[in-house]
């Protein structure tokens, strides 16, 4: 057997069914004749994001794969792969290599040197003889403990090799491990003591499937739940102990909880401190209950440490917890009663903008008036960087799990278009939606082409303001006198352009109709994309 025809077949048995790739990669062809689907993309970055989202709506137990070629391919891989280490998002990335006796001469990009700050792990194949064992080490990687990418470079000399005998190869499995059960039990009182405990879920419950135990839990303590953007979805925010996610912009029910908490136990996060990610009040009994311990007391300081998987942590917890409520149960009635108060006035201080009936449209408007006209329980939607984040993210009703892909630890403006594409492919029976500003578009917008090319049918929202609204206070003089934040185009008739959907709405009244047009082109196999002209808005739910 070939070298490639061993990789696609370890590819094969550890479940990947499409690999994402941009010539030349002869990994791509071999994939293609062992029937695993070739998606190719317009330029590298698009296709780690689309791969990213493969792992994230699946838990990480369908890994999405991307390959490209060495040099120019890799160096322009560099932010999708950057970007998804900063998020903890398992991907195996395989870029072809330099022949093994030029891959460490100047100037050759070697990617295993250059990857190896953004990549839980990054190794050359060596010979084909090592292909299994090197595939080994990547996959249990990428199936245990933090998560990250994972990448093995392939020197072009390798595909002319053999690879000898029968190949021995083992499909790796995901290892869990939980915590200290002296922990546990320390854990569980402080909670069950706590007046005013919260609980902060971050995306480990997603790729843990411990939505029900956090429920459970929830409900155990009649605590009130927030998320991280990552987490958001982990809790159905629909239900009365739901604060709303957290993010630069939140309800105000996250910030009036969370202040006024005596103890707060995050599970399945890292705490990090980000611009788009809630700053934890000072002075509170903080439990941090992670699968990473290089987490803990990274950005905050923990009272207590909770090392594990969050399924086995939550299911151990709530055991212990059961068995301390008991009598001593706080009332769930009189909590959801008290996140009603504070949501309501909040909520109507938003409603005009959220029903406005201005022209140029109120971005808060176009979004209420999506979450209104579809299922939101079958859909996964995405954010981009710029304001179309902090304008969803607060007002967003996540209700089932992973119907939200939620970012932020490095934002790189374009991510939301392959995110929604990779969702896509994992999740056909879902309606996937990224929404995007205009500057977002301008970075990844010529895929569109690939969603039409490769019948991937997203449906894609662009809140046009022709502006970098967002750095309009940041930009004040250079906007002035040298329209720095000014952008322009017309993107619904680029959608056209590559054979997709598109329409430009300018009327309230037609949001809703040109949202069900969309959907209608999407269930017919189409990508849509609905450029919404808005107003330079500005304003975000920050407290
Ligand atoms: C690759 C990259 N470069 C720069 C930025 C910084 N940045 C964040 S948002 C933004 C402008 C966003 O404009 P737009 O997408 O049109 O959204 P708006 O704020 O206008 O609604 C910029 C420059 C970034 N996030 N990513
Ligand atoms: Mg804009």
Not at 228 to 242: I, Q, R, V, Y
């Amino acid at each position: 057997m070939k070298a490639a025809e061993a990789i696609v077949e370890i590819l094969k048995r550890e479940g990947v069914e499409v690999l994402i790739g941009y010539p030349v990669n002869h990994v791509i062809e071999y994939a293609a004749r062992a029937d695993i689907r070739t998606v190719i993309v317009r330029q590298e970055r698009i296709g780690l994001h689309m791969a990213d989202a493969i792992s994230r709506v699946t838990s990480g137990e369908k890994l999405g794969a991307f390959a490209m070629q060495h040099g120019p391919g890799a160096e322009n891989a560099f932010g999708g792969v950057a970007q998804a280490f900063g998020e903890s998002v398992p991907i195996l990335v395989m870029p072809m290599g330099y022949a093994r006796r030029l891959a460490h001469v100047h100037p050759n990009f070697n990617s295993t040197l250059n990857f190896r700050n953004v990549t839980k792990s990054a190794e050359p194949v060596t010979s084909a003889a090592e292909i299994p064992n090197v595939f080994r080490r990547a996959f249990t990687r990428l199936r245990s403990g933090p998560l990250g990418p994972a990448l093995v470079e392939i020197p072009s000399d390798i595909f002319a090799e053999d690879f000898e005998g029968d190949l021995d190869y083992t499909p790796s499995v995901a290892i869990r491990s939980g915590p200290d059960p002296q922990d546990i039990d320390r854990v569980a009182a402080t909670l069950a003591d706590a007046k005013r405990p919260v609980i902060y879920a971050g995306q480990g419950v997603h790729y843990a499937k411990a939505w029900e135990p956090l429920k459970r839990l929830a409900e155990l303590l009649a605590a009130p739940v927030t998320s991280s953007l990552g987490g958001k979805s982990a809790f159905p925010e629909s239900h009365p102990l739901s604060l709303g996610s957290g993010g630069r912009s939140m309800p105000k029910p996250v910030h009036h909880f969370l202040h006024n908490a005596d103890v707060i136990f995050g599970i399945g996060c890292s705490f990090t401190q980000t611009n788009f990610g809630v700053t934890m009040p000072k002075g509170k009994h903080i439990i941090h209950a992670t699968l990473d311990p290089n987490d803990i007391n990274k950005d905050v300081v923990a009272s207590d440490a909770l090392i594990g998987d969050a399924a086995l942590t939550l299911e151990a917890l709530n055991e212990a917890v059961a068995l301390r409520v008991g009598t001593k149960s706080r009332d769930a009635m009189k909590v959801g009663a008290k996140i009603a108060s504070i949501r309501e006035p909040w909520f109507a201080e938003w409603q005009p903008k959220l029903e406005s009936n201005d022209t140029p449209l109120s971005p808060y408007r176009v979004l209420w008036d999506l979450a209104k006209t579809v299922d939101v329980a079958n859909t996964i939607i995405t954010h981009d960087a710029g304001s179309p984040r902090d304008q969803i993210s607060p007002f967003w009703p996540s209700e089932t799990p992973l119907s939200y892909i939620g970012w932020g630890k490095t934002t790189q403006l374009g991510y939301g278009l392959g995110l929604a594409m990779g969702a896509k492919l994992a999740r056909p029976d879902q309606l996937c939606i990224n929404v995007w500003g205009d500057a977002a578009i301008g970075f990844t917008g010529m895929d569109f082409e690939t969603a039409v090319r490769e019948r991937i049918p997203i449906l894609s929202i662009l809140l046009n303001n022709f502006s970098m609204a967002i750095e309009l206070k940041v930009m004040p003089v250079s906007t002035e006198k040298y329209r720095s934040t000014d952008i322009s185009g017309d993107y619904a008739a680029m959608a056209r352009a590559f054979g997709g959907y598109g329409e430009r709405v300018t009327e309230p009244g037609d949001i809703i109709p040109a949202i069900r047009r969309g959907i209608e082109a999407t269930e017919k196999g189409t990508p849509a994309l609905l450029e919404f002209i808005t107003c330079k808005e500005t304003e975000v739910s920050v407290f």
